[in-house]
């Protein structure tokens, strides 16, 4: 019975970890395409500061599921792609 539970704790934090895998992809697509808009119809420095403004709310997000320094290991490989 505790070997059952073992792996359905497993199986479910591997999900958990997917599906916010899956989420920060969406995030990331919806911000591309909130700064493309937004530079579109406003400038450069307005796109800046909405993409700073989403950033920060996606990485307040990550600190209160305790994944941060996951978080900006992830984006600084993005950043270094």
Not at 13 to 27: K, M, P, Y
Not at 51 to 62: P, Q, W
Request: aromatic share 8%; hydrophobic share 60%; charged share 5%.
């Amino acid at each position: 019975a505790t070997q059952v539970c073992m792996r359905a704790a497993t199986i479910l934090a591997f999900l958990h970890g997917v599906s916010l895998g899956v989420l920060w992809e969406c995030a990331s697509m919806a911000v591309l395409i909130a700064a493309s808009i937004v530079e579109y119809s406003l400038g450069t420095l307005s796109m800046a500061v909405v993409f700073v403004g989403i950033a920060c709310g996606a990485f307040a997000c990550a600190r209160q599921a305790q994944l941060a320094r996951p978080l900006l290991s992830i984006l600084a490989f993005r950043l270094s792609a």
